[in-house]
C-alpha cells in the first residue's frame, strides 16, 4: 500500500475520527460523544464495554483526546489499518507526534501548556493571564472546568494547519491562527506573523468555545458560537468587553451601506470557509453585535443551557418567544439604531502572514504620495518638512496608524514629545491591535519617566508581539523604577529568553539576583 502524504490528511471531525459510521457500535458512537463532551466517567464506562479493534481505536481516541499522542499511536498501530479512514486518522497522529517531539509542557492550576523552546517566552503570560480568563468567564456563564485545559502552541502556520486539520490553503485565505478542538486550545505562535496578533484575547476567544460546547450540550449553532466568543474574548481585561475595533467598524458601515451583510446561514459549518478574511472579519463583526442585541435583553447562559435539551430555535423561542430567524431580522433592525460612525484611516484587523509594505497595505491611494514623500525627508532629517507631509496625509485619513507612527517619530526627533506622544495615543486608541504604536509609546513613557503608563502600553504590546525584546528591556526597566522587582526579574527572565546578550541585561540580572539573596 503507498503511504499517502500527511500534508492532505485533512478531513472531517467524523471522518477522521470514526472509520466508518457503518462499521462502528453504537455504544462507540456514543463514546464519541463523551469524549466531545468531555464526560470522563461515561468515557470509562464505554472503554469497560468495547472489544477487539474497536477497544483499541477507542483508547487511541480518549488517549489523543487526553493529549497523549504517543499512547494513541500506539494503540492505533493494534487497529486493522487496511480501512481507509482508519489508515489516515493513523497517519496524522504519526504526523502529530512527529511535530510535538519537541514540546515541553508546563503545568499551572488551570491549564497545561505545551510549546517549543523557541516559544517559552509566551508562557509566564500564559499562566499569569489563564486563571484571569477561568474566573471572568465563569462568571459569564456559571462554569468552571474540572480538568486542567490543554493549550498548545504551533510554531508555524503550516504546522497549525496540520494540527487543526484544517488545511494550509484554508488557513491562509482564512487567517485562522486558532482553534478548539479535541479538548484542547491550539494557537499559532504570534512569532511567525510579523505583525503578531492579540494572542492572549485569541486564547480567552478559544476557551470561549470550550466553554459553549459544555454548557450547551454540543448544540450552540455556529453563528452564536464565534459571535459569543468575539463578544467575551476581551472581558478577562476590560468590562464591559472591548469587541469592535473602529477599523471593524468601517467594515460593518460598509456592508450595511452596501446592503451585502453575510447571512448567518452562509457562515455554517464554520468562518473559515468564507471567501477571504474581509468576509470572515465582517461576520465576526455582525455576530458579535448579535450577541451585543442578545445579551442586553436576554439571559445568554440560560439559552445556552436550553439548548443541551432542545433546538436553538426552540431555545430562542422559550427565552425570547420568536425564533432565529426573526432574531436575526430584529439584529438588522438594531443595527440601524446604533448610529455608527466611520473612523477615517483605522484599519480593520487582518491576519498577516508575511510582512508588507505598510503604506501600500495600510494607507489610501490619495495620501500615499505624501506619505513617501514624508519618509524621504525623514530620512534625510528635514523632519519640518516631513512634519508638512505628514499633515497633509492626516487631513483625509485622521486616524491612520501607520502616518500617526511616522509623524510620531518626525516629532520624537524635534523633541518635541508631548505632541508626538498625542499622535501615539491616536494611534492606539483607534488601531487597538496595531502593536508599534504600542512598542514606541512604551519606549517614550520609559524616557520621559511614566513609569505606571509604560507598564500598562508595554503590556499591550506583548499581548500582541511577546518577541520583541526591547519591549521586554523597557518593561523591566519601568518595573524597577517603581519598585516591582518581581516583576521586572520576570521581565529580564523573558528578555534573556529571546536575547541572552542584550545591552544592559546580564547587569540588571545580576543586580536583581543579588537583591534576592
Not at 240 to 245: M, N, R, S
Not at 392 to 406: D, H
Request: hydrophobic share 35%; net charge negative; with cysteine.
Amino acid at each position: 500500500m503507498s503511504r499517502p502524504d500527511p500534508m492532505k490528511i485533512f478531513v472531517s471531525l467524523i471522518l477522521i475520527l470514526i472509520a466508518s459510521a457503518g462499521e462502528c457500535s453504537d455504544k462507540f458512537k456514543r463514546g464519541m460523544q463523551y469524549l466531545e463532551l468531555g464526560e470522563t466517567d461515561k468515557v470509562k464506562e464505554i472503554t469497560g464495554q468495547l472489544s477487539g479493534d474497536e477497544l483499541s481505536h477507542f483508547i487511541s481516541l480518549s488517549s489523543f483526546y487526553a493529549g497523549d499522542y504517543r499512547t494513541a499511536l500506539i494503540e492505533m498501530k493494534k487497529t486493522d489499518l487496511s480501512d481507509g479512514e482508519r489508515m489516515r486518522w493513523f497517519y496524522y497522529l504519526t504526523k502529530l507526534n512527529d511535530m510535538t517531539q519537541d514540546f515541553n509542557e508546563y503545568e499551572t492550576e488551570y491549564c497545561r501548556i505545551r510549546l517549543k523552546k523557541t516559544d517559552l517566552v509566551m508562557r509566564t503570560y500564559v499562566e499569569d493571564s489563564f486563571g484571569e480568563i477561568i474566573e471572568k468567564i465563569g462568571r459569564v456563564f456559571d462554569f468552571i472546568p474540572q480538568e486542567k485545559i490543554l493549550i498548545e502552541v504551533y510554531p508555524t502556520k503550516e504546522e497549525f494547519s496540520i494540527a487543526s486539520t484544517l488545511g494550509d490553503e484554508t488557513v491562509e485565505r482564512s487567517g485562522a491562527i486558532a482553534i478548539s478542538k479535541f479538548n484542547r486550545l491550539m494557537i499559532t505562535s504570534p512569532q511567525s506573523l510579523p505583525y503578531g496578533y492579540r494572542w492572549l484575547d485569541t486564547v480567552c476567544h478559544e476557551y470561549i468555545h470550550f466553554v459553549l460546547n459544555r454548557v450547551s450540550g454540543g448544540n450552540c449553532p455556529l453563528w452564536l458560537h464565534e459571535g459569543t466568543a468575539k463578544y467575551f474574548e476581551t472581558v478577562w481585561r476590560v468590562n464591559p468587553p472591548e469587541y469592535l475595533t473602529p477599523g471593524n467598524v468601517n467594515l460593518l458601515i460598509d456592508a450595511m451601506e452596501r446592503g451585502t451583510l453575510i447571512p448567518f446561514s452562509r457562515m455554517h459549518p464554520s468562518l473559515v470557509y468564507l471567501k477571504n478574511q474581509d468576509e470572515v472579519n465582517l461576520a465576526f463583526c455582525e455576530v458579535s453585535t448579535a450577541v451585543d442585541f442578545l445579551t442586553k435583553k436576554y439571559d445568554l447562559n440560560n439559552i445556552m443551557r436550553l439548548m443541551q435539551t432542545n433546538s436553538c430555535d426552540k431555545a430562542f423561542k422559550k427565552v425570547l418567544g420568536y425564533d432565529t430567524g426573526k432574531f436575526e431580522n430584529n439584529w438588522k433592525k438594531y443595527l440601524k439604531t446604533l448610529k455608527l460612525d466611520k473612523t477615517r484611516g483605522a484599519v480593520s484587523d487582518k491576519i498577516r502572514w508575511k510582512k508588507v509594505d505598510e503604506i501600500d497595505e495600510f494607507v489610501g491611494m490619495e495620501l500615499r504620495d505624501y506619505v513617501r514623500l514624508g519618509e524621504r525627508f525623514r530620512k534625510n532629517d528635514n523632519y519640518e518638512s516631513a512634519y508638512i507631509q505628514y499633515q497633509k496625509a492626516l487631513a483625509i485619513e485622521p486616524y491612520n496608524p501607520v502616518v500617526l507612527l511616522k509623524m510620531a517619530k518626525s516629532l520624537l526627533a524635534r523633541g518635541e514629545g508631548s505632541l508626538a506622544e498625542e499622535k501615539l495615543k491616536l494611534a492606539v486608541k483607534n488601531n487597538p491591535n496595531y502593536v508599534s504604536g504600542y512598542e514606541l509609546l512604551g519606549e517614550y513613557y520609559v524616557h520621559s519617566g511614566n513609569y505606571e503608563a509604560a507598564v500598562e502600553i508595554c503590556n499591550q504590546a506583548i499581548s500582541i508581539n511577546p518577541f520583541n525584546p526591547a519591549v521586554h528591556y523597557y518593561l523591566a526597566k519601568a518595573y524597577i523604577e517603581l519598585n516591582k522587582l518581581e516583576e521586572a526579574y520576570k521581565e529580564l527572565k523573558n528578555l534573556e529568553l529571546l536575547e541572552p546578550y542584550y545591552p544592559g541585561l546580564q547587569n540588571y540580572l545580576e543586580k536583581l539576583e543579588k537583591n534576592k539573596e
